[in-house]
């Protein structure tokens, strides 16, 4: 069974058998019963079922807009808004959404991000549906820095910015001039928020090849 459909897991009961209903039309009855709310802080998505109750949360607080659920959502329900960056200075932070009309509650996101700003409910139970179907994603990281373009006029943003310290720049000082040396990057450190591309006024970080390979059951 494919532990990211959910829609056909919710029917399955001790005495319900498996229903197919992942044609269009049931599709679209299962996704009128969620419900999304969104204030300041907050965007929260409920479906309620039968026998179950999936809630979906995000912490806007806490979220960086590093877009790594909306990477790897496998139904594209999460629209990244990107950031707006304007001679070097970021003055809009990137963020994201919910698609809730193509959510189906597996719990991808809530597992993968970085910073916490997801969590999922299941019955009041905080645990994302393919942790509870032991499907865990495999997230394959790289991050390239062109470091020719680093110039230390920044104080060395990425460095500050980093929430886990992966980062570390080298640099000379000769009289009042400064030079970098090297930027270096700790992989086991980073979790691949991407606050080092954001904050970069030169963009010397560029974070690619994340996705995921879908465990199976
Ligand atoms: S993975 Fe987390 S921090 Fe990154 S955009 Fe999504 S919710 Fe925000
Ligand atoms: S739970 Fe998250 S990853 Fe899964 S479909 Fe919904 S938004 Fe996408």
Do not use: H
């Not at 179950?52 to 790897?72: H, S, T, W």
């Not at 001039?177 to 904050?199: G, M």
């Amino acid at each position: 069974m494919d532990p990211y459909e959910t829609n056909v897991m919710f029917f399955m009961t001790k005495n319900i058998n498996i229903i197919d209903i992942t044609s269009v039309g049931a599709l679209k009855i299962l996704n009128r019963l969620i419900t999304r709310r969104r204030n300041r802080d907050e965007i929260r998505l409920k479906r309620r079922l039968l026998t179950r109750e999936y809630l979906l949360r995000l912490n806007r607080n806490l979220c960086d807009g590093c877009g790594l659920c909306a990477e790897n959502c496998p139904r594209e329900a999460i629209n990244w808004n990107p950031p707006i960056v304007i001679d070097g200075c970021l003055t809009r932070k990137p963020a994201i959404d919910f698609d809730a009309d193509s959510c189906i509650f597996c719990g991808v996101c809530a597992t993968i991000c970085p910073l916490d700003a997801l969590s999922m409910e299941i019955d009041a139970e905080k645990i994302a549906t393919i942790v509870k179907n032991k499907a865990f994603p495999v997230l394959s990281k790289e991050i390239k820095i062109t470091k020719e373009k680093c110039k230390p006029g920044c104080e060395f943003i990425c460095q500050q910015e980093c929430p886990t310290g992966a980062i570390k720049c080298i640099y000379e000082k000769s009289g009042k001039e400064t030079d970098t040396i090297d930027v270096q990057i700790d992989e086991s450190l980073c979790i691949y928020c991407k606050r080092c591309e954001w904050s970069c006024p030169l963009r010397c970080f560029i974070g690619e090849e994340a996705f995921l390979r879908k465990s199976r059951i």
